[in-house]
């Protein structure tokens, strides 16, 4: 009993003195997580780099992928006529805007719409469209060639059903995915739907200050 009583001493003694004599810089500190909490994006690490592309902003200007540099840029592709997911996506960013600091909103972050319609979607057309939600927004149209190039590299598929064409309506049926470019203009998180404003915006900010 004793031998076992004095075993345990030593150990003790043996352990408390490797700890006490442990300096800080010989301690390897926990490493800190990559990729933050997210209730609703997907964090993908490395960033993806997108197709280069050379378009025309909703007030008339080029714009390309150097346009993406040094911010944050939240994209969605949709058209202006779309009877339902973009307006409620739109919807969705508008109200999610509005719970960000301005900050973010005026110096860190911009949201793109890109036209899946471009031979209709014109700037004029994408700016009133897009200033019903929020007048910070950016459309971008172009050529259907350069559109489809962007959109392939970004994940993002469209497609239009013959059968629901019309002569007056121009049915697109398309991806409702959010992606999130870094300042270096490469994806670095989307989000699926459904969409909801405070989950986007709670991650946004968890994104945008790690």
């Not at 911010?71 to 508008?94: E, R």
């Not at 121009?170 to 739907?193: C, M, R, V, Y």
Request: with cysteine; hydrophobic share 40%; net charge neutral.
């Amino acid at each position: 009993m004793n031998r076992i009583f004095f075993s345990l001493i030593l150990a003790l003694t043996g352990a408390f003195a490797i700890w006490n004599n442990m300096s800080p810089s010989s301690v390897t500190p926990a490493p800190i997580p990559s990729t933050p909490y997210l209730e609703t994006a997907t964090f993908i690490t490395p960033s993806k780099p997108i197709e280069q592309f050379s378009l025309i902003d909703s007030t008339e200007k080029p714009f390309s992928e150097s346009s993406l540099l040094g911010h944050w840029t939240l994209m969605f592709f949709g058209y202006a006529t779309c009877p339902d997911t973009c307006p409620k996506t739109l919807a969705v960013i508008s109200e999610a805007w509005k719970q960000l600091p301005k900050t973010i909103t005026e110096d860190s972050l911009r949201f793109l719409f890109i036209s899946l319609n471009p031979k209709t979607d014109t700037p004029q057309t994408l700016k009133g469209f897009l200033n019903r939600f929020d007048s910070s927004f950016v459309g971008l149209t172009g050529e259907p060639s350069v559109i489809q190039k962007l959109g392939k590299s970004c994940g993002i598929y469209s497609w239009e059903d013959p059968k629901t064409q019309s002569a007056h309506v121009k049915i697109i049926d398309h991806s409702a995915t959010l992606l999130l470019l870094n300042p270096q203009g490469e994806i670095q998180a989307f989000f699926s739907p459904p969409h909801e404003p405070k989950a986007i915006a709670e991650d946004l900010k968890a994104i945008l200050k790690r």
